[in-house]
């Protein structure tokens, strides 16, 4: 049985002796943080947030106290920066001092701080630097991996003429196509789309996305110290974090067994040699802990971020039939019917780059980002923020800020188009973050959303199960993420 956030808050509240840790960062430390919600003891803000709908509860703040506020999200005082302004003022223009990474109690219980997402400081940014660069030895952004993503499109291709124009659930065979291109390059191959441990893979990376993204992970997120103990649905994102852990590991060791030091097949054998250069250094970042969690962190977040963003692009071509009629016109004028679409299409099609971007902008996939931390004391906005203060960059406010877009509330391509129809790009375009956390797999995201939508709508007629006016593009749970709801649709062969 679930709780309310009453009972969660009066159960913080009688477990209080635990938590007397209420001074919470910037406080006592000489720090002015911007004016906010008074928050109550132990509890925050609380009774001024709904965890089923923060992004409304923030919007709503925002109106009040303006576009930096800070609001205590249990016993901790966050920064809120709303609207493009304030995001691109802290996050580029000052981003060395907004670079580290906040509290996100639901995953930190899981990667203590390890690996590339949830890093801080100098481990940070040496294992970032070193993921780049293999990343891009193993041809992130080159035409290899281009070549790697269009064969991944194929099987798509095939997959869905075998389902002969059926009702069809896009979301496992999207997921499975799009975790293969990350796979090829993280484990130097592919799995076949039948193979149950892939399978099972995939469906806990699907499951914990709704699950970080849910209310019981937003209740966790303000009371770890008193949801840890409590049995609930979040306890299964740490089951499945488990599972992924150990499947990671036993990658590793067969690599392990099977490593040969001139010829690296994938970033793992690299990781492994880097670990044998710097075995005899007692301050290396280099270790197999750190593998797992940042090979994890690759293989979680290249496959289901990409993959909730193909989902939520097909759901609103099928919403917007006329725009995918334009999307399809482009591609036989730049493309064909024969001849698979590159990257280096993109130039001729405008208007479907165009879409690509404003798909990204409207479903807004991380609508409150993922939590920075200021990494000195420091100075925005005539306020003084301590160093480790955690900050929360709202891109929700930044791809719906009225100063930006002429009408963020609907779906609209023109956003990205200039008064002759080519393709412009937007300022306030930050599905990938920006600044020095900017995701290091945009390249490569960005390849695959238009590789895979246009290769589909090449082949196939996408047509929804129900009228075009039913179909909700609203997310089925807003927490982390944004979440689709679920449908079908019928993949009908041109």
């Not at 009040?64 to 609001?71: D, F, H, M, Q």
């Not at 990376?205 to 009371?223: C, G, K, P, T």
């Given at each position: 049985m679930e709780f309310s956030v009453v009972t969660v808050a009066l159960l913080a509240i009688c477990l209080s002796c635990l938590l007397l840790f209420r001074k919470g960062k910037g406080q006592g430390t000489g720090g002015r943080l911007p004016p906010g919600p008074r928050p109550l003891p132990i509890v925050g803000n609380l009774f001024q947030l709904d965890p089923k709908n923060m992004v409304k509860s923030?919007?709503?703040?925002?109106?009040?106290?303006?576009?930096?506020?800070?609001?205590?999200?249990?016993?901790?005082p966050f920064v809120a920066l709303c609207g493009y302004q304030a995001v691109k003022e802290a996050l580029v223009d000052q981003g060395e001092e907004f670079s580290g990474r906040g509290d996100l109690p639901v995953v930190f219980r899981f990667t203590q701080g390890d690996g590339i997402a949830f890093s801080n400081g100098e481990k940070w940014k040496?294992?970032?630097r070193f993921a780049i660069q293999i990343l891009r030895d193993f041809g992130m952004g080159?035409?290899?991996?281009?070549?790697?993503?269009?064969?991944?499109?194929?099987?798509?291709?095939?997959?869905?003429?075998?389902?002969?124009?059926?009702?069809?659930?896009?979301?496992?065979?999207?997921?499975?196509?799009?975790?293969?291109?990350?796979?090829?390059?993280?484990?130097?191959?592919?799995?076949?789309?039948?193979?149950?441990?892939?399978?099972?893979?995939?469906?806990?990376?699907?499951?914990?996305?709704?699950?970080?993204?849910?209310?019981?992970?937003?209740?966790?997120?303000?009371?770890?110290?008193?949801?840890?103990?409590?049995?609930?649905?979040?306890?299964?994102?740490?089951e499945n974090f488990e599972k992924l852990r150990l499947f990671v590991l036993e990658m590793v060791k067969l690599h392990q067994e099977t490593l040969d030091p001139n010829f690296p097949r994938d970033f793992i054998d690299c990781f492994l040699l880097k670990m044998q250069q710097e075995k005899e250094d007692p301050l290396t970042y280099f270790h197999t802990n750190t593998l797992v969690m940042t090979t994890h962190n690759l293989f979680f977040g290249g496959t289901e971020t990409t993959s909730t963003t193909l989902r939520y692009g097909i759901l609103i071509l099928l919403k917007y039939p006329e725009k995918q009629a334009k999307v399809y016109e482009e591609i036989n004028q730049a493309v064909g019917p024969h001849r698979s679409p590159s990257i280096e299409d993109r130039a001729q099609m405008p208007y479907t780059e165009a879409l690509i971007h404003e798909i990204q902008r409207f479903i807004d996939i991380f609508p409150m980002g993922i939590p920075h931390a200021v990494t000195s004391d420091t100075h925005f906005r005539g306020y003084v923020l301590p160093k480790g203060t955690n900050i929360m960059p709202f891109f929700h406010s930044v791809h719906n800020d009225v100063t930006k877009f002429k009408d963020?509330?609907?779906?609209?391509?023109?956003?990205f188009l200039d008064e002759n129809g080519g393709f412009c790009r937007h300022e306030a375009f930050m599905p990938f973050s920006t600044g020095k956390r900017v995701c290091l797999g945009e390249a490569l995201a960005r390849m695959e959303i238009f590789l895979f939508l246009t290769t589909l709508v090449q082949r196939f007629t996408l047509q929804p199960v129900v009228p075009p006016e039913e179909i909700d593009t609203s997310p089925l749970i807003s927490g982390l993420g944004n979440v689709p709801r679920p449908y079908k649709f019928r993949a009908i062969p041109r």
């Open positions: 923030l919007l709503a703040l925002r109106e009040r106290y303006g576009s930096v506020y800070t609001i205590y999200l249990g016993p901790q040496v294992l970032r080159r035409r290899s991996i281009e070549e790697r993503i269009q064969e991944e499109a194929q099987c798509v291709v095939e997959e869905l003429a075998k389902t002969k124009a059926e009702p069809f659930d896009p979301t496992f065979l999207i997921s499975r196509a799009v975790s293969n291109v990350i796979c090829s390059i993280v484990f130097g191959d592919r799995f076949d789309y039948e193979d149950k441990k892939f399978l099972t893979l995939v469906g806990l990376m699907n499951d914990n996305f709704q699950r970080l993204s849910s209310w019981w992970a937003q209740v966790y997120n303000l009371f770890p110290h008193v949801i840890s103990y409590l049995p609930g649905p979040h306890n299964r994102i740490f963020p509330g609907r779906f609209d391509p023109t956003n």
